[in-house]
T-cell receptor
Framework: GESVGLHLPTLSVQEGDNSIINCAYS??????FIWYKQESGKGPQFIID?????DKRQGQRVTVLLNKTVKHLSLQIAATQPGDSAVYFCAENYASGGSYIPTFGRGTSLIVHP | DAGVIQSPRHEVTEMGQEVTLRCKPI?????LFWYRQTMMRGLELLIYFNNNVPIDDSGMPEDRFSAKMPNASFSTLKIQPSEPRDSAVYFCASSSTGREEKLFFGSGTQLSVL
């Protein structure tokens, strides 16, 4: 029979534009957050992280913003390039039985048009 | 470092057969995670180990799934018997000690159960 899959949220941008990918996390006790990039046929790769005692962190062409009040994360990519096309996941780490468990969001597909 | 190594990259099997997926974590990492990725459910944590000991297997879907980590450099995820609904990409990831540690993912095993 036919299988129905959920479509990922998709963001389409032109090369050179800035991209903003949003993520809502679920656990108010989470204190460490990570953005991963997953290219087709590969595993997720670390992009940038942020601790809960910060509200902004910058990397090379990427910035992560954290709003703990509304449990929201965003990833900003400056001057988006075709190589940035991928699925982007946010992950939250929260305590569970003495360990810290990373839990992933659903992901957002970024498509960059040349 | 070669990163996290998974094998096989692709596995096609028939319903009822046993499937074994393999993972070699990054040397020195003491956490190992098994995730399953599908369009319907995204990235699901199945089980994780700390220092070769299974800590939380609450994500393992059924008794048909089992995972072992006989030593610090090797882990297996076994499905017996396999079913078509097990078709997914299975990722292994490792990280070093600490609550604020990013995961390093392998390239995944694409499993198709016919």
């Amino acid at each position: 029979g036919e299988s129905v899959g959920l479509h990922l949220p998709t963001l389409s941008v032109q090369e050179g534009d800035n991209s903003i990918i949003n993520c809502a996390y679920s656990n108010s006790a989470s204190d460490y957050f990570i953005w991963y990039k997953q290219e087709s046929g590969k595993g997720p790769q670390f992009i940038i992280d942020i601790r809960s005692n910060m509200d902004k962190r910058q990397g090379q062409r990427v910035t992560v913003l954290l709003n703990k009040t509304v449990k929201h994360l965003s990833l900003q990519i400056a001057a988006t390039q075709p190589g940035d096309s991928a699925v982007y996941f946010c992950a939250e780490n929260y305590a569970s039985g003495g360990s810290y468990i990373p839990t992933f969001g659903r992901g957002t597909s970024l498509i960059v048009h040349p | 470092d070669a990163g996290v190594i998974q094998s096989p990259r692709h596995e096609v099997t028939e319903m009822g057969q046993e499937v074994t997926l393999r993972c070699k974590p990054i040397s020195g990492h003491d956490y190992l995670f098994w995730y399953r990725q599908t369009m319907m459910r995204g990235l699901e944590l199945l089980i994780y180990f700390n220092n070769n000991v299974p800590i939380d297997d609450s994500g393992m879907p059924e008794d048909r799934f089992s995972a072992k980590m006989p030593n610090a450099s090797f882990s297996t995820l076994k499905i017996q018997p396999s079913e078509p609904r097990d078709s997914a990409v299975y990722f292994c990831a490792s990280s070093s000690t600490g609550r604020e540690e990013k995961l390093f993912f392998g390239s995944g095993t694409q499993l198709s159960v016919l």
